[in-house]
């Protein structure tokens, strides 16, 4: 039985918590609503009236919907003045003052709330006309429309503000946002930037040691000659790739002392990449085309990370077919071709770490690339990076 009442109290409390939501009704309007009634009914009438006129309770009561209803209130206030007549007290009077100030505050109809603030002040003029409100503190048929008026723009006045101070905290919490997105973005770039690097770092130089290594294998037995001169190029290669890891990683340090630098590679080093995957076992063969021309940075270690990505997955897939590369100076680009004989054993739609890094890089500078099969045999890439960046 208990556990019924309960359920019943439950459903009760939570009907009228949704009926209040509704009405916008606060907790401080209801007691502002009720403690201004009860002292309309402790304060009585006027001392010219010896009669109490429940129609002061107009102007109190209906305070308790002043937030959803701020025309209503004040005119049930104006009604509560006239129907009360010299039985109208003090509490009546803040009453009507409060719905003023709630009609500048909360209604939704800025452009009709002044003609009824006028509506109203006349209408009590018209009573201190008939001299039947000589109680309240107005002395005359101006005043109503002052002080209506004015409590009426001093609840504007506050709205105003606190608009104010809600567009500049959303304006505060949209920059936090922005800030926080621009964080994440430059973390996700920085992100795939190093992997791009690691990536160009450590997949070409374990390709060629591998190369190197299953060489030096081979011909162990035969001739150890060739097989100490792969063996060499492994530690070559192998040195190198650390230094560059040693490099990328003293980025990451959190020490806070200067990253050590070095100069990053360029189509001017070229030569030294193609002689290293020659040595690897892929047979490569470079043609420049065009006049040579200086190259923006970043589009010039760009052009060789490509080409040696490139380069990379031939001497992988390829099976030391023949493979040319192109490096093509044009007047308003740099383009680059990778192109093998072998029998093409990666993706032919361009999936891959390795391809993924290329189309990445490609993307930052606004180029175009084409990855993929050949008709005949083997496999393509071919690049072109434009010169004239956006701003």
Known sequence: MYAGR???????????????RRLEIRWGDVFLAAFLSVFAVVAGSSQ????FSPAVLLCTAPLVVRRRWPVAVLLAAIAGFTLAGNATNFAALLGGLTAAVSLGLYTRHQNLAPFIVAASAGVI?????????????IPGAVLPLIVIG???????????RQRQLNEQREHALRLERDRETAV????????????????DVVAHSVSVMVVQAGAARKVLDEKPEAARESLFAVETTGHEAMAELRRLLGVLGEDGSEAPLGPQPGLENLDVLISRI??????VELRIEGDAQPLPTAINVAAYRILQEALT?????????????????????IELEVVDEGVATTPSD?????????????????GTIEAGKRPERGYAVRVRLPLDQPT
């Open 6 to 20: 309960t359920n019943v109290y439950s459903r009760v409390v939570r009907q009228l918590g949704t009926f209040a």
């Open 48 to 51: 010219d009236s010896s009669a």
């Open 125 to 137: 003029s018209l009573e201190f006309g008939r001299g039947s409100t000589t109680t309240l503190p």
């Open 150 to 160: 004015a409590s009426f723009l001093a609840g504007r006045e506050i709205a105003s």
């Open 184 to 199: 994440k973005v430059a973390m996700e770039d920085e992100r795939r930037h190093l992997a791009r690097e690691l990536h």
């Open 278 to 283: 020659r040595d690897a076992g892929l047979p």
């Open 313 to 333: 997955n031939a001497l992988k897939y390829a099976g030391g077919a023949p493979t040319e590369a192109v490096v093509r100076y044009a007047p308003n680009a």
């Open 350 to 366: 361009g999936v891959g770490r390795g391809l993924l890094g290329m189309r990445e890089r490609v993307a930052l500078f606004y």
